[in-house]
């Protein structure tokens, strides 16, 4: 994306030349059905069992434990319907989730109400945080599932993953995290977490779009979302996306071998731009955790301007950010639920923008980014009568 | 696939080079997400816009009538459980399907049934061929979805689909197509043959796996399989896989300009396979209706010998063909209901073999695998107690 300040990679993370690269193959040649019982499925098959090695081994899995799916949000579907969903079938149909959850998590939960279960959404703190003792509280014969993402792409907030697995495990509750946003960025363990289980996105592990992965502890029962062939274990139906899949297990190895590394390359120009904005620009706030965060990650508010204009500004400048979670329409922007759950007010939450970091970012960009931030609010309250009213 | 004599592109059909290299921008270059509210999406966003007019050309559809998915069993599971499933609202609990479907069909109907649904399987002749007769009357008042594949991947058979969609279409009953092996080998129309809804894949196109698409007439009320986000106007979130898309795009592009020309193309080599067959092996017969079918598909049962196994034979001398549906585990065949519902027995149904030629085949292949598959059959009966017992 040449020409451009990339600090969006919440949005889509910029893809790793390797991971491309890797992907060739089996677009041009080995592009047989991996099912196919002659010699053309043999090599696709085996790169996509090796892919399930790699996206394993990235959070401490057995490869036999992962799906591949078409998305995190796919996974985060086939997690609340086909995990959660399956509780029905023992009477259990409640489910436990946190205020900041991603759409596709809260939207799935809404699908199952009408088959009669019932959502406990937890609050969370200003910060963004969940009290473990919540999850412990909301826990009931009848839980189906808790579903805590590891991290929000929003407000960059890392929940206490582990002290929540300590608990559902005890309960003999399965814990579904989302750790679309997290993997990659910070070292995650299932097996040292006690997670059952756990979605992933390629996309956000540098990898090509179309693929991501619900990683599922053995002996957790799954429906299906998509019936029909024995693909992944009978588990989702489908030809597989080879290419995809074979891309994603690169960029998994890679991250893997570097996630420890990236927060001591992003820490800093995170907090080059966290006080750039501060001795530039008044009236606005960080949101989410001030230390328990994603690395890279830069969440605020800005007083008497809104997210949407500013972002579309910023673009103008060739500054990409976002204002918000991107997964909704261009045009049909309302306040966050998860800005609202922090405390914030609708007016706040309006002027919400999202700056994620990635390894290719330089400090010349972040000092860059500053002024152009800087320019660009100056410009939006000069034209905004509610700034005007109050200066 | 160098070396090999590719007869199986029923399971994979090898994508054309242009799709593949329409992708690549889309991954190296453009991989912004398409729903960023800056300048690092819109390409991405007009790239999934514009094949999306690609594949509605295909089949008459108008391009807001196209929700992109991740493959024909995920448009297939979409329109059963999205469309049939919706039913539900308005007390309608009743799906009429055909025997010879493919399994993410049937098993997407069985999935609804826990949920009060009932499914009549329409039976077939001994031709694999629906009677719209038996469609009429298998209507009720709670009839909520009609799905009949235009052709089996695995007999061949192309169905009267334009008669059965004038029999829904009074009936105002939806009628879903499942199109997955018939689109870009037949031209399909959606307007002229009154299909409410329709199911491709991009593989069986000549684009990329990892993509496909369901079909949905506007005023088609259609529940997400997959919720969260906006994307694909709410009926499907997740982020796109825009290369995957834009490939599908493009072979949707490319076939649309070739289908009539395909059957020119494809019926002498077919006709010299079976002539080379029929001349050189004895106790066999072809599957399916005889002209009725999908060019390049040949199907057939051989006596005395495993599908699977003259398969495998086939492959260690270089010829890729399939033993029925693929999507099945490699060790797990069994006879194959649509052969069964065809009334073959048994063991004439363990022995079928499909050959699914493509564009890219030649004279001189189909020659060589006439002998490779008549030195195999004669090879394997020669193992085989009961042959040696007949003759």
Redesign the interface.
């Known amino acids: 994306?040449?020409g451009?300040i990339?600090l969006?990679s919440i949005?889509?993370m910029?893809?790793r030349?390797e991971a491309?690269a890797a992907?060739q193959p089996f677009?041009?040649?080995?592009?047989?059905?991996p099912?196919?019982?002659?010699?053309?499925?043999d090599r696709p098959k085996a790169a996509v069992e090796h892919a399930r090695g790699q996206v394993a081994a990235l959070v401490g899995a057995d490869p036999n434990e992962v799906i591949f799916?078409?998305?995190?949000?796919?996974a985060?579907?086939l997690a609340i319907k086909g995990i959660g969903g399956a509780g029905a079938g023992r009477g259990r149909r409640h489910l436990i989730v946190s205020a900041v959850e991603?759409?596709?998590?809260l939207?799935?939960c809404?699908?199952l109400e009408p088959?009669g279960f019932t959502t406990a959404v937890l609050p969370v703190d200003s910060t963004g945080r969940i009290d473990p003792a919540r999850v412990q509280s909301a826990l009931t014969g009848s839980t189906a599932l808790v579903s805590i993402q590891a991290a929000s792409g929003e407000i960059g907030t890392l929940q206490a993953i582990a002290e929540i697995g300590a608990i559902t495990r005890r309960a003999g509750v399965p814990l579904h995290v989302d750790a679309v946003a997290a993997s990659g960025r910070v070292p995650i363990d299932v097996a040292a977490m006690q997670i059952d289980a756990l979605s992933c996105?390629s996309?956000q592990l540098g990898g090509?779009?179309?693929?991501?992965a619900l990683v599922v502890r053995r002996g957790i029962r799954v429906e299906?979302?998509?019936?029909?062939?024995?693909?992944e274990h009978s588990r989702r139906?489908?030809?597989?996306?080879?290419?995809?899949i074979v891309g994603m297990g690169l960029a998994a190895e890679l991250v893997r071998s570097e996630v420890r590394a990236l927060r001591s390359r992003l820490d800093p120009l995170t907090a080059r731009l966290r006080d750039g904005l501060h001795s530039k620009l008044e009236n606005w706030k960080p949101t989410g955790h001030p230390t328990e965060r994603l690395p890279g990650h830069l969440s605020l508010v800005v007083q008497f301007v809104e997210g949407?204009a500013l972002?579309?500004a910023?673009?103008?400048d060739?500054?990409?950010?976002?204002?918000g979670?991107?997964?909704?329409?261009?045009t049909?922007w309302r306040a966050s639920p998860s800005l609202l759950a922090l405390g914030l007010e609708q007016s706040l939450a309006q002027g919400a923008v999202v700056f994620g970091l990635w390894r290719g970012n330089t400090p010349e960009e972040i000092d860059r980014a500053v002024v152009l931030i800087a320019k660009n609010v100056t410009h939006l309250r000069a034209l905004s009568p509610i700034y005007s009213e109050r200066t």
């Open positions: 994306m040449s451009i990339y969006d949005s889509a910029p893809p030349p491309i992907m677009l041009t040649e080995s592009w047989g059905n099912m196919a019982p002659h010699a053309a499925g799916t078409a998305s995190g949000s796919e985060n579907n991603h759409p596709s998590i939207s799935s809404r699908a088959h996105s996309n090509p779009p179309g693929v991501g299906p979302l998509i019936h029909g062939g024995t693909q139906a489908g030809l597989e996306n080879v290419p995809g949407e972002v579309m910023l673009s103008r060739g500054v990409a950010a976002a204002a979670v991107t997964c909704r329409e261009r049909a």
